[in-house]
């Protein structure tokens, strides 16, 4: 899909290919410096290479009932979205989402163009139908962005994340079912 930013480069939401792994791999090493938002920290990502970011893209690539795609702006990787299927059968129509998309592209429509297509593909996906995450209850912008797209929060894990600096936030449980079971 191709979009128009609003400051004029142009946006190609895409699965990326082995080829793109240094650039996902700098997008990611990029995002732990500046959130605090990620599962990950800085430290442990920089204990991913290129070999592993190429085998996390060929795991992606490998397997249909999971979802990886990136905005590309121009040739650089803006933000990634992943989506993947629960492996246990009982929970075989719930997906995981996760989004992130680097700070110099907030607001401008890239995490609502992720997302967008994820809904899609969950659309037209056999047996998924329900998409589901935890995000942190400080990430505000990314909560009101689920609103927006009418994902519902279900509860709370209290101090569910520990940041780095020992500051605790906790972890908002949110879904919505994409199309009936």
Known sequence: MRHFLPNGKQ???RTPGIRDAQHCLDC??????ETDFLLYTYA????FDLA???AFIASYMNHPNHLFLVADVEGEIA???TLNQNRFSKQQH????GVAVLHKYWNMGIGRRL??????WVEEHPVI??????VLSTNERAIQLYRNFNFTEHGRIPQGIRQPDGSWADLVVMSKRIKPL
């Open 129 to 134: 139908s329900v998409i589901h995450f935890e």
């Open 44 to 47: 442990e990502a920089k204990g």
């Open 94 to 97: 719930m997906a995981l989402l």
């Open 52 to 54: 592993a970011e190429e």
């Open 79 to 81: 933000g990634s979205l």
């Open 28 to 33: 990611f090493l990029q995002l732990t410096q």
């Open 115 to 120: 997302l967008t297509a994820a809904i899609r």
């Open 11 to 13: 946006l190609v939401i």
